[in-house]
C-alpha cells in the first residue's frame, strides 16, 4: 500500500471530483508545480491507487435502462463454489458491481439491463442453472437519489 502525503490525498479528492481537471490547475490549488502533480498522477496510477480514469455516463441519457440489486445466497460456502461464482459474476457485463458480503445473504450484485426479458434470461443462466444458489432477492431501482462515487479519503494530521 502506497504511503500518501498530504498533497496525495489533496490530488486524489480534486480528481475524484473531475478528472479532467489540468494539473497547472491542480497545481494552483494545492501549491505544487504542474510536473510535481504530473509525478505524483503517474505513480499513484503505477501504484494502482488510481485504478482508472472514466467518464460516468447518465444512463437516462443514453438509453433507457433498469437498475437491479440482487441479493444472492449460496447453498454451501466451499471455497470452490464461492471462487467459481465470483469469477462467473465479474464476466457478465450486466454486473456491474458485485460485493462478497457477510450477513444473510453472500453476494450482492448492482445490475443494468435493458429490459425484464433480459434480466430473466440472465436469471435463467446465472442463477436457476446453478444448482449452488440456494435463493436470491432482485429489488428494481425505481429512482436513484445518490449513487455516490467519491471514496471518503483520509485527513491525516499532516506535517
Do not use: W
Request: net charge negative.
Amino acid at each position: 500500500m502506497m504511503d500518501l502525503d498530504r498533497f496525495d490525498i489533496e490530488i486524489l479528492d480534486i480528481l475524484q471530483k473531475d478528472n479532467m481537471t489540468s494539473q497547472r490547475d491542480i497545481g494552483d490549488k494545492i501549491g505544487l508545480s504542474a510536473a510535481a502533480v504530473q509525478r505524483r498522477i503517474k505513480k499513484m496510477r503505477e501504484e494502482k491507487v488510481i485504478r482508472a480514469d472514466i467518464s460516468v455516463i447518465n444512463p437516462e441519457e443514453v438509453a433507457s435502462q433498469i437498475l437491479l440489486f440482487v441479493e444472492v445466497d449460496l447453498d454451501t460456502d466451499k471455497i470452490e463454489f464461492i471462487d467459481e461464482i465470483k469469477n462467473t459474476f465479474s464476466q457478465v457485463p450486466q454486473v456491474q458491481q458485485c460485493y462478497y458480503v457477510t450477513g444473510e445473504v453472500d453476494f450482492i450484485l448492482i445490475m443494468v439491463v435493458k429490459s425484464m426479458q433480459e434480466y430473466e434470461s440472465l436469471i435463467r443462466k446465472l442463477f436457476l442453472s446453478n444448482s449452488n444458489i440456494r435463493r436470491f432477492k432482485t429489488f428494481v431501482n425505481m429512482h436513484t437519489v445518490k449513487a455516490g462515487l467519491q471514496i471518503p479519503l483520509p485527513k491525516k494530521d499532516f506535517k
